[in-house]
């Protein structure tokens, strides 16, 4: 499936510069792993390359649209845990994506996600 928003289409592509490009300069990013945002395009962009590095066969399979907020559904493998998500984009009045959330499941996806990251950050 091809999804329409820009930053989803950005990351189908495999361009990750365009995916950061969608982002406001003072964007706010919900991860699952961690219980405070992560605030500021420099630092989401940082995660964003990382998490490329961990997610194997990602790929979104449904996108829905209400105002400017967007949902895009993924599918994706860490090691060998299958895991499905949602990509939360809540757009600015410019369109650039000033909230993104993102949600992970099963548990045991989510942990190997976080392992994975830690392990890359070297806080293993």
């Known amino acids: 499936m091809s ?9 189908e592509a495999g361009d990750e510069d365009a995916a950061v ?11 699952p792993a961690v219980y405070r ?13 990382l998490v490329a590095t961990v997610f194997e066969d990602f790929r979104y399979t449904n996108e829905w ?12 493998h860490v090691g060998d ?12 009045d410019d369109g650039r994506i000033a909230r993104f959330t993102v949600m992970i499941r099963p ?9 994975a990251m830690s392990a890359r950050l070297g806080l293993a």
């Open 81 to 92: 845990r299958e895991l499905q998500g949602i990509d939360i984009l809540e757009e600015a």
């Open 107 to 115: 548990l045991s996806g989510l942990q190997a996600v976080a392992a």
């Open 65 to 76: 649209r209400d105002g400017q907020t967007t949902i895009l559904f993924f599918e994706a």
């Open 37 to 49: 945002p992560y605030r500021g395009k420099e630092q989401v962009e940082g995660i964003l390359r």
């Open 21 to 31: 490009a969608t982002l406001a300069d003072d964007v706010e990013f919900r991860s």
């Open 3 to 11: 999804v329409t928003h820009p930053f989803g289409a950005a990351i």
